[in-house]
């Protein structure tokens, strides 16, 4: 049975799952690479984008978890891209490069149509104005009996969770302060929504917790 | 050189410093037992309640870090007690009995006047209804060389942050939905108020955090 995931989810001490002022040089915004520290010295983050070497242990066993048997993803229009408003033309084609480390299709919300963005190693990109319900109806249709995955942002996180969509959230606790940003959880109720704490476990850069609706 | 300090101070997942609904019944809020499983198993929590046992380890040391060279004690109102308005008579005498767990003064926020309350163990209440600079007043001169620790709650701890009074903070991160109560962070830019990580580290129950200011 096919799932929605999402996955090694970094949120600061302070509530943000992302730094404010995103923009081409940070494209998690102000502070947002330090949050990810558990994450981007792992052998799977590392191998995503064609590196090799990297730490094995309970932070890479949530990042290998992170990308098993997906079908498809979901991405908010800031996670694509800096770009704001209608696209001005097709130049910009993701933070990525040309192999995205996706290799499925992926649909990005977004209130402005696009084409399709078909890119090397498996990934394309579909722009979807229809909302996030109509974005995870293709990603099921795209996905068969493989899971797929919200990449983010916070926003589109949170849209899920208020909906009661996500099966499985993954969240990594950063001690980080970032001070401002996209707050998580702020006037969400997680258990009164059916979530709840399913696992937990610490690796020495970050508090994990595993949330699943019951 | 005396310090305003706040330890153990433990916070959920989604951010909240106590449950909602405090009550004679839940002091610590409905959920608030929960978020401090990290403590409450501790020798030193134990020892300070006359226990015995307890683990020893990170989660011991943080505690016994907390009340290690204490001279005062500042606490907000809810913290000691559940009675709201004016005091209807002196029949309330805090949570824990005729022996606190303080062993200084501890001064008590309060917008209702009130006579000291000596207490055995070397404990008294003192109730400061002029505002958390006057309590910080007193409390300096009640505790000489040693340290003051704020007790909480979240409303307090946040009035003495937002002043930039308090030099050391240290947080735990527990792996706990509260889904409502206190926010400890919402909107205080902690970074820009001079705050950063000067320590962190986890045990198997909590992300430790230690605040200083800079």
Redesign the interface.
């Known amino acids: 049975m096919s799932r929605l995931r999402v996955n090694t989810f970094t949120v600061s001490?302070?509530?943000y799952g992302a730094g404010a002022e995103q923009s081409r040089e940070n494209p998690l915004g102000v502070g947002g690479e330090e949050l990810h520290e558990w994450l981007i010295g792992t052998r799977t983050f590392l191998r995503m984008f064609g590196g090799s070497g990297g730490a094995t242990g309970l932070d890479d066993e949530f990042a290998a978890r992170g990308i098993a048997n997906l079908g498809a993803w979901i991405l908010g229009r800031n996670m694509f891209g800096p770009v704001r408003g209608p696209w001005p033309d097709d130049s910009w084609r993701g933070w990525w490069g040309n192999s995205p480390p996706y290799h499925t299709p992926v649909f990005v919300l977004t209130h402005h149509a696009r084409d399709p963005l078909p890119m090397a190693g498996g990934t394309t990109f579909h722009f979807v104005t229809g909302g996030i319900h109509d974005a995870l109806e293709r990603a099921r249709e795209a996905a068969g009996d493989r899971d797929i995955r919200i990449g983010g942002g916070v926003s589109v996180i949170r849209q899920y969770l208020e909906a009661g969509l996500i099966d499985e959230l993954h969240?990594a606790?950063s001690?980080?302060?970032?001070?401002?940003g996209e707050?998580l959880?702020?006037g969400?109720?997680?258990?009164?929504l059916g979530?709840?704490?399913a696992e937990?476990?610490?690796?020495?850069?970050?508090?994990h917790?595993v949330?699943t609706r019951t």
Chains 1, 2 share one sequence.
Do not use: E, I, K
């Open positions: 001490l302070d509530g969240l606790l001690p980080v302060l970032l001070g401002g707050a959880f702020a969400l109720d997680l258990p009164a979530y709840s704490v937990h476990t610490t690796s020495p850069l970050a508090l917790v949330l």
